[in-house]
């Protein structure tokens, strides 16, 4: 019984190893998950001896595993850091591969029912930095502005910060939430409340234009619409063989349709 | 006589020898395990009092713009001496200040642009960070509205680490929680052991044990989707998260264990003491209030500062619904950040030996120092006291 049973074992893993006859790993960025599942099913659909493993965690442990090397492709909400690519120069003698595969818009939420629908990016850093406490000093009701940021280990978060507040600390009484996911539940829930996020998550709540500017597809991809930013995916070298092929086809505009269907933007 | 032999071997064998000795060492390795933990935490706090160099820091970069500068059309900027990766399909969207300047002033965050213009920028880069001193934990470092505050803000162009605000943060949560959870485990113990019938006892204690089990990222989520909403129509509440929140979180992860130290310290209470009480004419109620409850006092003391103590460590709950608002102020129903929450969210992506990663293993001693603490009285004093009183040790 045990020794069949090893047998069995065996032959799974033999028929496994034949199965795939290729393997890629991509580790990085929460945000682009999703994107990136997606990228990776169509892509095992036309190609069914390749295996493509997606895992998230954040953008800077992708970029520690592409160090390290233990992932292949490393997604990343942010530029990488300079000390990160002199620690790539150590340890690889290259400065790294940069792909702009996507754009995302960061869009502001507010709840349904505020009848605030535009601020410009000024009134935005003042409710932030915390100068701005009460919706009618935009045009809103009399209610105080509950504000919802996200943790300050995510890209999102200094992101935000550089562009919107230039630099500056957000207010002390700033929630801060884990993940994109939780601001916009939060927002939906709250009707005073305003939160920050990608574009690909914004059920029940109402997204503001800013500078009236509305965050529609054109004019993030435009870039009339003033917040949005590149998302990355890095690599030790200039790819060759299975990963080129890849990335090729994520740069097609048959991968930048699953941009789209993904809440984000094609780069052209 | 010989079967005693049999059963008892007066001589020890190799094999007992071995078994007595491992479960010595294995007692002695978990004790050095522990102090282990408690140097390493100690030592890394080092680094917030003596930072290694070059450190990456959250910066305000001004400079004059050349026209070997990047910049690309969503309005990053690279100056041209700092290391940047290959691209790849190459050079599509780089563009060099000359060659291309109309592309890059697409989105209008720094405009307009011009070579030798000076920009100011923000940016991670590498310096060496200024160490903080123990004064710089905890004196106010931001003033709001003309009054002193007391500041958090780790990734800052300065940073402010005070940790005043965070160690509020978790007394307020831990002590809401413990001031809803205390009554009802108190009270829930008292029934078990005297008022209910044998069968129902029997249902209640393994049940109750059993949410001890659960996982609190289940608690908190539960909270989060069900309670959150409840709560804030119920209060009226400004804010939807809030330390209020947190404590009702917090007493359902510590009724359980209140509830089982109670109840434990009941038990031990001699069978003659109530039965006696029982006996003189008292009712049940005197005899629970009157005689069992005084008898376990020293237990049940104990009980609530290990309540107190696992309320003051808990993570994942305060992370998803206080709020992790560093602030301080009296109304319960405003937002706080714990110290287990702080850590738990942010030593993620903090560098290696930089201030922020010293100064977040020293919220770790100081929250080790006090749940050590807080469990090292409510285990040597309190519980002692019950056993020393009805073991007659």
């Known amino acids: 019984m045990k020794a069949k049973f090893i047998v069995l074992i065996l032959f799974l893993i033999v028929i496994t190893g034949f199965k795939y006859s290729e393997k890629i790993t991509i580790k990085g960025s929460d945000?682009?998950?999703?994107?990136?599942?997606?990228?990776?099913?169509?892509?095992?659909?036309?190609?069914?001896?390749?295996?493509?493993?997606?895992?998230?965690?954040?953008?800077?442990?992708?970029?520690?595993?592409?160090?390290?090397?233990?992932?292949?492709?490393?997604?990343?909400?942010?530029?990488?850091?300079?000390?990160?690519?002199?620690?790539?120069?150590?340890?690889?003698?290259?400065?790294?591969?940069?792909?702009?595969?996507?754009?995302?818009?960061?869009?502001?939420?507010?709840?349904?029912?505020?009848g605030v629908s535009?601020?410009?990016?000024?009134?935005?850093?003042?409710?932030?930095?915390?100068?701005?406490?009460?919706?009618?000093?935009?045009?809103?009701?009399n209610a105080r502005i509950v504000l919802y940021s996200r943790e300050n280990n995510s890209g999102t978060y200094v992101y935000f910060k550089d562009i919107i507040l230039n630099g500056e600390d957000y207010s002390p009484f700033c929630q801060n939430l884990p993940g994109t996911a939780s601001v916009v539940n939060a927002v939906s829930k709250d009707e005073h409340a305003i939160g920050y996020g990608g574009f690909g998550y914004t059920k029940n709540v109402k997204m503001l234009k800013i500078n009236n500017v509305e965050p529609t597809i054109d004019n993030i991809q435009s870039?009339?619409?003033?917040?949005?930013?590149?998302?990355?995916?890095?690599?030790?070298?200039?790819?060759?063989?299975?990963?080129?092929?890849?990335?090729?086809?994520?740069?097609?505009?048959?991968?930048?349709?699953?941009?789209?269907?993904?809440?984000?933007?094609?780069?052209? | 006589m010989k079967n005693i032999r049999k059963i008892l071997p007066k001589k020890i064998s190799i094999f007992e020898f071995f078994v007595e000795n491992s479960i010595k060492a294995i007692a002695l390795l978990s004790l050095a395990f522990i102090l282990g933990i408690f140097y390493f935490v100690f030592q890394e706090?080092?680094?917030?009092?003596?930072?290694?160099?070059?450190?990456?820091?959250?910066?305000?970069i001004q400079k004059p713009l050349k026209h070997t500068d990047e910049i690309y059309s969503n309005g990053e900027i690279y100056f041209d001496d700092e290391l940047r990766p290959e691209?790849?399909?190459?050079?599509?969207?780089?563009?060099?200040?000359?060659?291309?300047?109309?592309?890059?002033?697409?989105?209008?965050?720094?405009?307009?642009?011009?070579?030798?213009?000076?920009?100011?920028?923000?940016?991670?880069?590498?310096?060496?960070?200024?160490?903080?001193?123990?004064?710089?934990?905890?004196?106010?470092?931001?003033?709001?509205?003309?009054?002193?505050?007391?500041?958090?803000?780790?990734?800052?162009?300065?940073?402010?680490?005070?940790?005043?605000?965070?160690?509020?943060?978790?007394?307020k949560v831990s002590l809401i929680g413990i001031i809803i959870a205390f009554p009802i485990s108190v009270l829930a113990a008292l029934f078990t052991i005297a008022f209910a019938p044998k069968w129902l006892r029997e249902i209640i204690k393994p049940v109750v044990e059993i949410l001890a089990g659960l996982p609190t990222v289940v608690i908190g989520f539960f909270c989060l989707t069900v309670l959150s909403g409840y709560f804030e129509e119920l209060f009226n509440t400004q804010l939807r998260l809030n330390a209020f929140?947190?404590?009702?979180?917090?007493?359902?992860?510590?009724?359980?264990?209140?509830?089982?130290?109670?109840?434990?310290?009941?038990?031990?209470?001699?069978?003659?003491?109530?039965?006696?009480?029982?006996?003189?004419?008292?009712?049940?109620?005197?005899?629970?209030?009157?005689?069992?409850?005084?008898a376990a006092l020293p237990g049940v003391f104990a009980a609530l500062l290990m309540g107190f103590g696992r309320a003051f460590g808990e993570t994942m709950i305060a992370l998803m619904i206080t709020g992790n608002a560093a602030v301080i102020t009296a109304n319960i129903f405003d937002s706080v950040r714990t110290m287990a929450a702080t850590i738990g969210s942010e030593m993620a992506e903090v560098e290696y030996r930089s201030i922020h990663y010293g100064v977040l293993f020293i919220?770790?001693?100081?929250?080790?120092?006090?749940?050590?603490?807080?469990?090292?009285?409510?285990?040597?004093?309190?519980?002692?006291k019950l056993l020393n009183k009805y073991r007659g040790y």
């Open chain 1, 31 to 114: 945000t682009m998950v999703f994107l990136s599942q997606k990228w990776a099913e169509k892509f095992m659909q036309k190609n069914p001896d390749v295996l493509i493993q997606v895992s998230g965690g954040g953008s800077g442990i992708g970029i520690t595993a592409l160090i390290n090397g233990t992932t292949d492709i490393c997604n990343s909400s942010r530029p990488i850091k300079t000390n990160e690519v002199r620690k790539l120069m150590e340890k690889y003698g290259t400065t790294g591969v940069e792909i702009n595969c996507a754009i995302d818009g960061i869009i502001i939420y507010v709840n349904e029912k505020n």
């Open chain 1, 118 to 141: 535009n601020l410009s990016l000024s009134q935005l850093k003042d409710i932030y930095r915390g100068k701005i406490t009460n919706w009618k000093e935009v045009g809103g009701k």
């Open chain 1, 223 to 268: 870039g009339l619409y003033p917040i949005s930013r590149y998302l990355y995916m890095y690599l030790r070298n200039q790819p060759t063989g299975l990963i080129k092929k890849y990335i090729d086809w994520i740069l097609s505009p048959e991968g930048q349709q699953i941009v789209r269907e993904s809440g984000f933007f094609p780069i052209k």
């Open chain 2, 45 to 60: 706090s080092y680094w917030a009092f003596k930072p290694e160099k070059n450190k990456l820091k959250y910066q305000n």
């Open chain 2, 87 to 171: 691209k790849y399909p190459p050079d599509t969207n780089r563009s060099n200040l000359l060659l291309n300047r109309s592309d890059s002033v697409k989105i209008n965050i720094i405009n307009p642009i011009d070579e030798g213009k000076k920009i100011s920028l923000h940016r991670y880069s590498s310096g060496n960070e200024k160490a903080i001193s123990f004064w710089d934990l905890i004196k106010a470092n931001d003033i709001i509205e003309g009054e002193p505050a007391y500041i958090w803000q780790p990734i800052s162009v300065e940073p402010k680490y005070n940790i005043l605000s965070l160690i509020f943060g978790s007394f």
């Open chain 2, 245 to 294: 929140l947190g404590g009702i979180g917090l007493s359902i992860v510590i009724v359980p264990i209140v509830y089982t130290l109670v109840e434990d310290a009941l038990y031990i209470v001699p069978k003659h003491l109530s039965e006696a009480s029982l006996a003189l004419g008292a009712n049940r109620w005197q005899t629970a209030y009157k005689v069992l409850l005084p």
């Open chain 2, 363 to 384: 919220i770790g001693s100081v929250l080790f120092i006090i749940t050590f603490s807080i469990n090292a009285i409510a285990e040597f004093i309190f519980r002692k």
